[in-house]
């Protein structure tokens, strides 16, 4: 059974950093690729960042490439996502998800597994 659990959100300055968690709580994390979402208000669920089951993979949405960090410590079955000098258009709830593959994917339905979210508030 996976369930996963998303931590870290809050509200931050514009400049700010903050590191989301995601903890799974089965025993398959280490099997499968993983990425963070994100959902503003009144606009569809996007792409963040993904990363690969093995750590060596990653790939990031434009507009955050130099200022995310995807990783992932297998043995704790965790992902993280440092987020540096945020950006009021950061603002949203963001949410983990777990991929049925190994790979890399920027595509939501390939996700089978996705937490509850955190709200992530930038401000100006």
């Known amino acids: 059974q996976v369930q996963l659990v998303e931590s870290g959100g809050g509200l931050v300055q514009a400049g700010g950093s903050l590191r989301l968690s995601c903890e799974d709580s089965?025993?398959?994390?280490?099997?499968?690729?993983m990425g963070w979402f994100r959902q503003a208000p009144g606009k569809v669920r996007t792409f963040v960042a993904t990363?690969?089951?093995?750590?060596?993979?990653?790939y990031y949405l434009n507009s955050v490439k130099g200022r995310f960090a995807i990783s992932r410590d297998n043995a704790k079955g965790t992902v993280y996502l440092q987020m540096n000098s945020l950006k009021p258009e950061d603002t949203a709830v963001y949410y983990c998800?777990?991929?049925?593959?190994?790979?890399?994917?920027?595509?939501?339905?390939?996700?089978?597994?996705w937490g509850q979210g955190t709200q992530v508030t930038v401000s100006s």
């Open positions: 998800a777990m991929n049925r593959f190994r790979g890399i994917s920027t595509v939501a339905n390939t996700y089978d597994y």
């Open positions: 990363i690969s089951a093995s750590g060596e993979s990653t």
């Open positions: 089965g025993r398959t994390f280490s099997s499968y690729g």
